[in-house]
Nanobody, 112 residues
Framework: QVQLMESGGGLVQPGGSLSLSCTASGSIFSYYPMGWYRQAPGKQRELVATITSLGDTNYADSVKGRFTISRGNFKNTVYLQMNSLKPEDTAVYYC??????WGQGTQVTVSS
């Protein structure tokens, strides 16, 4: 069983930065990427960014050039560096690993 624990959310002003981290406990599956999704109030959950075990990354168009996903040396930790944040980035951010495993979510609020 894999458990994902996020940290790092909070309140930031527009244009600011936040960093999220997610640590997986248990045996992760190398053939599944790790990634971040987000869900804003009244909207569906959407992909933010993913990273494979080989380091290949994929980003939503809305965050390209502003967010960076990376993995720790032991591959069971994934980070999301968020720069130039906008109010529309406000959402609950969820860590993901494969089709079954989700973190509990961490709130990111971008507001002045």
């Amino acid at each position: 069983q894999v458990q994902l624990m996020e940290s790092g959310g909070g309140l930031v002003q527009p244009g600011g930065s936040l960093s999220l981290s997610c640590t997986a406990s248990g045996s992760i599956f190398s053939y599944y990427p790790m990634g971040w999704y987000r869900q804003a109030p009244g909207k569906q959950r959407e992909l933010v960014a993913t990273i494979t075990s080989l380091g290949d990354t994929n980003y939503a168009d809305s965050v390209k050039g502003r967010f960076t996903i990376s993995r720790g040396n032991f591959k069971n930790t994934v980070y999301l560096q968020m720069n130039s944040l906008k109010p529309e980035d406000t959402a609950v951010y969820y860590c993901n690993h494969g089709p079954r495993f989700w973190g509990q979510g961490t709130q990111v609020t971008v507001s002045s």
